[in-house]
């Protein structure tokens, strides 16, 4: 079995070093990730600049890009074959509800999926004191898993960690996605010392909304969350209701 | 009504300035769009260096960050009341079937659909000589839509615009995200004057499934595309089939 492995918080982040080791007992693991912090990256891709891969190690790379690049670059690049599965982490922190949308993490993960390998993302639910080894052996259930059972075309996984040892983890969920109460002072102004204006975004610890199922509650309640992404973006549901704006919209171009 | 505009490519643009122009003539519009290029910058939200805001006329700012800080901070931070309506565009060249996630100027609609503004992007379909005049006319009138009917909660629209004069446009179609067949050799390697290798994300233009109702297809056939995108990744399907996964992971942990 070959694993590319990938992640946003950069090549030498505990977490993604990890993951390779304890993938590495069941595949031939090809690591290729970001050579600094590249947290919030989103999906983002760099087009107007070249990038560069240095070799760290055996099968092992960083690239001057986003984690996206880094699988893209990976799969239709570096590898002579298409890898079997593609595991993005593991994440200094949680991945969960909307953040989905802002994770580098997550988005490794995204790519894989479009390019047509199954992919998941692990991130580790914590501030400090990382209990890595949980998250990692989590992945590598997850990745036999996959390996045996594959999953639906189009869904990724995004799964998160809970910050204890593997034996007090309360189970597994499979979950959706949840959703953030935002702050409405999510900004900081600053002032710097030649007295110009700047601001910080994000500036304090949100809340979410008690769903039932969502990814939140799962880590609350001390279990992994496993939340079943898709690609396509499209809200089914609208594209009936919104049918009635064709015509109104017609009419404005005298169609 | 206020409407808040961003886009990826700048607020040098001709795209940002004939949408901004034409709103202008049934709104209070607020420009805040990054200072440079940010395409393909994705959902990226910039948390590890401060965020600087220059003003540059009236209700008109450029941001040292990409399209989402943009959203963010003239939601959370600059504007005095919250915006009836985010726009974001007009994008130079479409933003079709998976390449929404990759986007900038879809991420900024995304922001502001986050932050609970009812928001859309709009993309002109050309590689050159942009009848921009078309996106922003058609953008008035969407605005002037939603204004009258809002959006559904958790959606935002993804407009793509062909490049044509309004006269000649074939009409509006509500559609679903199409999907692109990926390039085998989708990167392109070279070497610099130093006999360094370097890499190129990109190299050559790819062709689409022929799916019906998709953006690709509405564009194909002369039409403005209106697909609706959601918030929330989730895949419920894959929410009910996984389910199964819960005890076989459960059992590996020894419950």
Known sequence: MVILVSNDDGIHSPGIQALADTLRTIADVYVIAPDRERSAASHALTLHKPLRLEKFGDNMYSVNGTPTDCINLGING????KPDIVVSGIN???????????????????????LGVPSFAVSHVAESDFKFETSARIALYLALLIKENSLPPGVLLNVNVPNL????????????????????????EKVDPRGKKYYWIGGSRLSWEKTEDSDFAAIEEGMVSITPLRLDLTEYGAVKSLRIWESSLNKKIGI
């Open 78 to 81: 570096i590898l002579n074959e």
């Open 92 to 114: 200094k922190g949680g991945n969960l509800g909307d953040d989905v949308t802002y994770s580098g993490t997550v988005s490794a993960a995204f790519e894989g999926t479009l």
């Open 165 to 188: 040892d593997i034996k007090d983890i309360k189970g597994f969920k499979i979950t959706r996605q949840g959703k953030r109460i935002y702050d409405e002072n999510a900004i900081v």
